[in-house]
């Protein structure tokens, strides 16, 4: 089988080779290629062997163009290309190992160039981004190649979202998804989703404008011209794009003068069949300060809400870091960091990536050890096993009692809602018994801790304070 695959790797690189070779000078060519062993070609991925990772760097950077239409050439376009890295065992064991990376590299978005009819009025115009021409406007897109389709792993969290991104990557102003406003919680992949949508645009239709700008820069840029007195050349500007992709519009809530000017920049934009894309850390109708009529524009399109992912997608985007970095980690790792760091997408990439390097820093190996002791610096609330001996505690701390007397025979009646409180907790939050719990509170049967659950339940509905008291003691147990 191995030999096969290794077979069929060495045929199809050498075909890649062929057509390299025709198309790159020859001492590149020597220099760059002919070291390069193929080694394995499995589902379409093939894996080649390069001498060093400044190597690997030095292909990515200046070759991988012709690696890609190489390969594609042979294996269509679903092929992928695979790097190992014979690498110098630091330990200096005889034994080398090998570093595994993809081939991740995306070319940055060009400059674009625009001609620009000279107006009677703006003889000058300003590009708020860099200094123009009169004729010709350099713009930048300020999109982050990185952040593609390709590497923004869909789950049902993103569906929607990720789905509309596509549609308007591919008939950008030509969907009813316009505006496409992107909203959603911190770190959950509405820039990298934003970026991805601007990047495959420019891949698509390379003459499009695209110009992404977070609405803080926006606003400054705004209130420059203001300053400057250039407030027409400023829209002006913005009227030339194609796709504006505005990341953080929440950032415009309470500045009317910004609102205004942006509110004629979209109408100019969708009127004129310009692709607009939104991201916001609320769903429009949760926005405050923000103008009715401007509102009523976002709406106009698609809001597509980016949840948080589930347990499935996070053990995808976790393997995914570590695909993208060439490192193995064991399963059940990726499913402790996966369980654990749930609510944000970038503290799972930051567990990920610390865990990596607390591993080769401090050469150990990666264990569920060394991910706990990650994990925990990452998310407060990693669930700690509770204990009816640590709810008590809590709960006398809070009633200004000591355990001792919490657990008496007292019928006090501040003492006995706070022991009726102990023993409901520790019934929600243990798996012990309710004769278990019944004789740790002060040897009481599980009759009485029935009872005691039940006079809780009944306090919530009907005594305000005393819910105030549950409230507060449920936060500290879940903190
Ligand atoms: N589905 C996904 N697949 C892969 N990576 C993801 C995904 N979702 C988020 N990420 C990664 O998580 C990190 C945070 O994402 P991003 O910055 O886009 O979040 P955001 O929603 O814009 O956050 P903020 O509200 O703080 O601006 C990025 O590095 C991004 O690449």
Redesign the pocket.
């Known amino acids: 089988m191995l030999d096969y695959t290794t077979n069929n790797a060495k045929s199809v690189w050498n075909n890649c080779l062929n057509f390299i070779k025709d198309n790159i000078q020859e001492q590149a060519f020597k220099t760059w290629f002919e070291p390069i062993k193929a080694i394995e070609l499995t589902d379409n991925v093939l894996y080649i062997q390069v001498p060093s990772k400044f190597f690997y760097e030095w292909l990515e950077e200046h070759y991988v163009k012709i690696l890609k239409s190489a390969l594609q050439k042979e294996l269509g376009p679903g092929a992928k290309l695979l790097y190992k890295i014979e690498m110098e065992n630091a330990q200096g064991n005889k034994k080398p190992f090998t570093e595994q990376l993809p081939s991740t590299h995306r070319e940055p978005v060009k400059t674009q160039e625009l001609d620009v009819p000279v107006q009677q009025k703006n003889p000058e115009l300003k590009n708020p981004f860099v200094i123009p021409g009169i004729r010709n406007v350099k713009i930048e897109s300020q999109l982050n190649s990185n ?1 593609s389709f390709d ?5 049902e969290s ?1 569906r929607l979202a990720r789905n509309a991104g596509m549609a308007v990557a591919n008939k950008p102003g030509g969907t009813a998804f316009n505006p496409l406003m992107l909203y ?10 934003a970026h991805a949508i601007g990047v495959e645009i420019k891949e698509k239709f390379p003459e499009k404008t695209v110009l992404y700008i977070s609405a803080e820069v926006f606003t400054q840029q705004y209130v420059d011209s203001v300053r400057k007195q250039t407030r027409n050349d400023f829209i002006y500007f913005y009227q030339l794009i194609d796709v504006l992709i505005v ?2 519009i929440q950032f415009l809530s309470g500045k009317s003068g910004t609102q205004d000017v942006f509110f004629h920049i979209f109408n100019y934009l969708h009127q004129n069949g310009k692709q607009v894309i939104l ?1 916001s ?1 609320k769903a429009p109708v949760d926005m405050q300060d923000i103008e009715q009529r401007l509102l009523s524009r976002f709406k106009w399109g698609l809001s597509a809400e ?1 949840q948080h ?1 589930d347990f499935e ?1 996070r053990v995808n ?1 976790a393997k ?1 870091i570590l695909f993208r970095d060439g490192v193995e980690m064991p399963e059940d790792v990726i499913e402790y960091v996966a369980k654990n760091v749930k609510t944000n ?2 503290e799972l ?1 930051g567990a990920i990536i610390s865990l990596i390097a607390q591993s080769s820093f401090n050469k150990r190996e990666i264990t569920l050890e060394l991910a706990k002791s990650v994990v925990e610096k990452f998310v407060k609330n990693v669930k700690k096993d509770i204990s009816i001996d640590y709810i008590q505690k809590i709960v006398s701390d809070y009633f200004s009692l000591d355990v001792e007397t919490l657990c008496s025979k007292t019928r006090k009646r501040h003492i006995v809602q706070a022991r009726q409180l102990a023993m409901f907790f520790s019934k929600k939050y243990t798996k012990s018994s309710l004769a278990n719990i019944g004789s740790l509170t002060g040897d009481r049967d599980h009759a009485t801790v029935l009872h005691a659950c039940k006079t809780v339940d009944n306090l919530l509905e009907t005594d305000k304070q005393f819910k105030g008291y549950f409230e507060d003691i449920n936060k500290k147990l879940s903190m």
Request: no cysteine; glycine share 18%; hydrophobic share 30%.
């Open positions: 952040y590497n923004f792993l869909e789950g993103n959603g919680g911190v770190g959950l992949g509405k820039t990298h989703l990341d953080d991201t850390d980016i992912p997608t985007i995914s997408v970038r990439e």
